[in-house]
């Protein structure tokens, strides 16, 4: 495999903190060994900044004309004839790749290539409509609650933007349509148990102010940004995952973990690095 050599290597992508280009493919450098697992295998869409995060955002589904032979593929059926050639990061000089292409942030599928249809994660996702975080921990620790009851084992990650992921991982038994409608059964579960802070309307003039417990994501095709991934924000936070102690923690901030103070994280190692040996089967109705 050669060797991925940066173009421009001191192009700025940040320009409020002068994060280079050079920089994001050191953290992902860093971050490979953790984030590779949780990648691998997963169709990709780039959000790429080719002029920066103050410069519009480019989201390809495809991989780029000219992307090496080395990068790993997934052909995806269209709906109306041919495929979308997706790439799957599947190595580290993949990520190196991927920094060379301004890819600030790639987002993967909740499936595997094997198993498209077949999603090995259930993902709600909680965004909060206001500036209290505290009230998105709680609404995370509602959902796990109401997930291991169901038999199922969940992990958090701050999103690196307002939020917080819970992700339960799947054995590999259910479609994404079961998925989908599962995940939507149990939103109106969560949010009945914080009526005064959660809703499943999507509509916001309809939320009065209330966290949206979002399944969205579970959508076959729809994709989450990836563990460790760089946000496109002021500071490089980066989408972190995280202990349940830390979401019990008043202290907790989605965009505290940023690209250039994690060395001290990153060696306390990956909060997910047994999420796939936990995966269960989704009971239905």
């Given at each position: 495999?050669?060797?991925?050599?940066?173009?421009?290597?001191?192009?700025?992508?940040?320009?409020?903190?002068?994060?280079?280009?050079?920089?994001?493919?050191?953290?992902?450098?860093r971050v490979a060994a953790y984030m590779v697992p949780h990648c691998k295998?997963?169709?990709m869409n780039l959000w790429r900044w080719n002029k920066g995060i103050a410069s519009d955002v480019v989201v390809q589904q495809s991989l780029p004309k000219g992307a090496p032979d080395w990068?790993?593929?997934?052909?995806?059926?269209?709906?109306k004839g041919g495929d979308i050639?997706?790439?799957?990061?599947?190595?580290?000089?993949t990520l190196r790749w991927l920094a060379q292409q301004n890819c600030v942030t790639p987002?993967?599928?909740?499936?595997?290539?094997?198993?498209?249809?077949?999603?090995?994660?259930?993902?709600?996702?909680?965004?909060?409509?206001?500036?209290?975080?505290?009230?998105?921990?709680?609404?995370?620790?509602?959902?796990?609650?109401?997930?291991r009851d169901l038999g199922l084992e969940p992990f958090a990650k701050?999103?690196?933007?307002?939020?917080?992921?819970?992700?339960?991982?799947?054995?590999?038994?259910?479609t994404a349509d079961e998925v989908r409608q599962r995940a939507g059964e149990?939103?109106?579960?969560?949010?009945?148990?914080?009526?005064?802070?959660?809703?499943?309307?999507?509509?916001?003039?309809?939320?009065?102010?209330?966290?949206?417990?979002d399944v969205a994501r579970n959508t076959y095709g729809q994709t989450i940004v990836a563990p460790y991934a760089v946000r496109a924000l002021a500071g490089a936070p980066v989408a972190m995952p995280v202990t349940w102690d830390e979401v019990a923690d008043a202290g907790l901030h989605p965009q505290q973990f940023k690209l250039r103070e994690l060395e001290t994280r990153l060696k306390g190692g990956d909060?997910?690095?047994?999420?796939?040996?936990?995966?269960?089967?989704?009971?239905?109705?």
């Open positions: 495999m050669p060797e991925v050599k940066l173009s421009n290597p001191d192009k700025v992508l940040f320009p409020d903190d002068g994060i280079t280009k050079a920089e994001l493919a050191e953290h992902y450098a295998d997963r169709p990068v790993a593929r997934c052909e995806v059926p269209r709906r050639t997706h790439g799957m990061i599947n190595d580290a000089d987002h993967i599928w909740n499936a595997r290539c094997d198993l498209r249809d077949k999603p090995d994660r259930i993902v709600f996702d909680l965004d909060p409509t206001g500036d209290d975080f505290n009230l998105v921990r709680d609404a995370a620790l509602v959902t796990a609650e109401i997930l701050v999103t690196g933007s307002r939020g917080i992921h819970i992700v339960a991982p799947l054995k590999r038994t259910r149990l939103a109106e579960q969560i949010a009945a148990e914080r009526p005064d802070t959660l809703t499943t309307f999507w509509r916001k003039d309809k939320r009065e102010g209330r966290i949206l417990v909060a997910w690095h047994d999420i796939d040996a936990a995966a269960a089967v989704l009971r239905l109705k």
